[in-house]
């Protein structure tokens, strides 16, 4: 099989490799057989490096590919052996832990394994667990600075069909339904599967819950063969191999953590560096960053925008970051200030991909070894279909974008979920011939490398973490006062976005924007997801149906954001007047009109308005009239 390492530097390539069938690229069914692989070519190599604290002096936990091999076929004859099926599916509620490792791919050996987001409510958690059907829960046990142990003991008391609770770093409570997760590993076999399963690469293999902040999670399924395709496609992409140090700092629930960087990792042959239980949130990993990847030689990380701005903040003195050859993002838009920042301080390259959980992950990346246009999501994966469609606001599909005009994007191929479980949320996933609509509006240029202009969804991606704007809606209507809410997203240069809601009060009320807002941060769990600000308007903007027309409020939001910015130059003999509108395929721009009272320096002005709207992922053009 030839090796295609460094070959991906543009779309002519890839449509070179695709003229050998994907069948022929790989012999892996499924991620067990990865672990197989890897563990012949390489038993004594180590595949995971774990440093539970981050602190400089810390010496790491290493775990071979054999010892990994060993605890996955150890960690799914458990599951076996307490009743686990093939169709059903065992969850985990674990931090970045080596036995999160065992349980995720002991358990797509066994039967199915159900991600949740750690950060979740019981009810929450209660919720997904129902919806996937699952009745065996890998929880972590007591451990300062965690609140998983006590959610898990209320999630057992909501939820009397739970059957088993394995307990990772605790003791047995059989009575409670509780099981040691070590004590019980250390009863089965090692050396092989003891029992029999002929893989598919079309059985399903893990449930990701998307969203997470609404009563009604949609799950998608992962097979087999969408996870081994993304693991085999980002290993060239990204170009890792067996000398690769892949540090993993998202948590293990997000599909980028466990299919980006830890199965591809895996793939090649890496060393995936876990840094911190609590990946980036451990409170001495940011801090300690460049010390890291200095001692450990990091070769890629993956990080969302937020990450990359912190960093910024944390200067190099000195460190010697050689061995990082680029930080990958995806997660969210990355503004295009922080990217040049970025690189122009560190010297390391950022691969801007695009990806989602429907996809089983990425399914555009900029190539590591070609052009990387700043802004840009990339070109497609090898073998992976990507498409612009016309679809109008009832979901309905009504022709292919011409290049450069922006509508859908879309995706088809191995890596496109065949749905979610719950079948109402499927109605309008797919448009046209079975293209997987992500929601998100773009456009593809002559070279084959695509933009994101908007989105079609009303998703708010505050640091990568999604939130659905009607949780906070629901919320707000229920106050007495309220007569509509509308939550969106505000620019910011830390988070991308942060929710915001503007409401139109009961005709004769007088409740204020303070009352409201504090009625929500009673009301609302989800910290992420509270209003940073309430803002009362007099009537909302509706569509001629008599829907909320959000645009107007991400217009207005902008412009509220980025008027007192620049007011707050005070520039003498010029003045900034900010509008905010959609441009075809270029979304929504900000145009900053600069008038222009006196004699004044236009570079020393286009400069200060890039050192502040820059950081902000927003277009903005300015104007200048003299």
């Not at 006590?150 to 059989?174: H, N, R, Y």
């Not at 390391?348 to 190539?367: A, D, F, K, R, W």
């Not at 900000?590 to 502040?612: C, F, G, M, P, R």
Request: glycine share 8%; hydrophobic share 40%; with cysteine.
């Amino acid at each position: 099989m030839a090796d295609l390492k460094g070959k991906i530097r543009s779309v002519k390539d890839i449509e070179e490799i695709e003229k050998t069938p994907l069948s022929e690229r790989f012999d892996e069914v499924s991620t067990y057989d990865i672990l197989v692989n890897a563990a012949k070519a390489n038993p004594d190599k180590v595949a995971v490096r774990f440093l539970p604290t981050c602190e400089v002096s810390e010496a790491a936990v290493d775990i071979t590919y054999q010892e990994l091999l060993d605890k996955v076929t150890q960690t799914a004859n458990m599951f076996r052996a307490h009743g686990l099926k093939e169709d059903e599916a065992v969850t985990y509620l674990l931090p970045n832990v080596p036995e999160a490792q065992y349980a995720i791919w002991g358990g797509q050996t066994a039967g199915i394994v159900s991600a949740v987001n750690t950060l979740l409510r019981a009810e929450q958690i209660v919720e997904i667990l129902r919806a996937t059907g699952s009745k065996m829960l890998v929880a972590l046990g007591p451990m300062a600075g965690s609140d998983i142990w006590e959610k898990t003991a209320e999630v057992i008391e909501q939820m009397p069909e739970l059957e088993l609770v394995f307990q990772v770093g605790g003791s047995a409570d059989p009575g409670n339904k509780i099981l040691s997760f070590e004590e019980e590993l250390a009863k089965h076999p090692s050396d092989k599967l003891n029992f029999d399963r002929q893989f598919d690469q079309d059985d399903v293999c893990a449930y990701f819950h998307t969203g997470g902040t609404t009563g009604s999670p949609k799950v998608a399924q992962h097979s087999f063969r969408g996870e081994v395709y993304e693991a085999w496609a980002t290993q060239y992409t990204a170009g890792y191999d067996s000398d690769s140090v892949v540090l993993v700092g998202l948590p293990l629930f997000h599909v980028n953590a466990v299919l980006v960087s830890s199965l591809a990792g895996f793939k090649a042959g890496a060393t995936v560096l876990f840094a911190g239980v609590a990946g980036f949130r451990t409170p001495q990993l940011i801090p300690n960053f460049w010390k890291i990847v200095d001692t450990h030689k990091v070769t890629h990380f993956s990080a969302v925008p937020t990450i990359y701005s912190a960093l910024l903040n944390v200067p190099l003195n000195g460190v010697d970051v050689s061995s990082l050859k680029f930080g990958i993002c995806g997660a969210a838009p990355m503004p295009q200030e922080v990217i040049r920042k970025f690189e122009s301080v560190t010297g390391i390259s950022i691969l801007e991909g695009y990806g989602l959980t429907e996809g089983t992950s990425v399914s555009l990346c900029n190539p590591a070894n070609g052009p990387r246009p700043v802004g840009s999501i990339g070109i497609r994966y090898p073998y992976q279909q990507v498409a612009v469609k016309r679809v109008d606001e009832d979901g309905a599909y009504y022709g292919d974008c011409d290049i450069g005009e922006a509508g859908h994007i879309c995706i088809k191929g191995p890596n496109a979920i065949r749905g979610y479980i719950q079948e109402q949320f499927n109605e309008k996933l797919f448009v046209g011939d079975g293209w997987l609509d992500t929601g998100d509006l773009g456009y593809i240029d002559k070279d084959g490398y695509f933009w994101l202009s908007g989105r079609a969804k009303d998703l708010i991606i505050r640091g990568g973490h999604n939130i659905e704007p009607s949780m906070i809606e629901e919320c707000l209507h229920q106050h007495p006062s309220v007569q509509l809410a509308a939550a969106v997203g505000r620019p910011d240069a830390y988070a991308g976005e942060i929710p915001v809601a503007y409401v139109e009060l009961i005709p004769g009320s007088n409740t204020s924007a303070d009352e409201i807002r504090k009625f929500a941060e009673e009301n609302i769990f989800e910290r992420p997801a509270l209003p940073a600000e309430v803002i009362l308007i007099d009537e909302m903007p509706v569509t001629a149906v008599g829907k909320i027309f959000k645009p107007s409020l991400r217009y207005d939001i902008i412009a509220r954001t980025f008027q007192p910015l620049l007011n707050d130059l005070n520039l003498q003999g010029v003045t900034f007047n900010v509008t905010v509108g959609a441009e075809g395929s270029h979304g929504i721009v900000a145009t900053v009109e600069v008038i222009v009272q006196s004699n004044v320096n236009k570079t020393e002005i286009e400069q200060a308005v890039l050192d502040i709207l820059g950081t902000y992922p927003v277009k903005y053009r300015l104007s200048f009239d003299d």
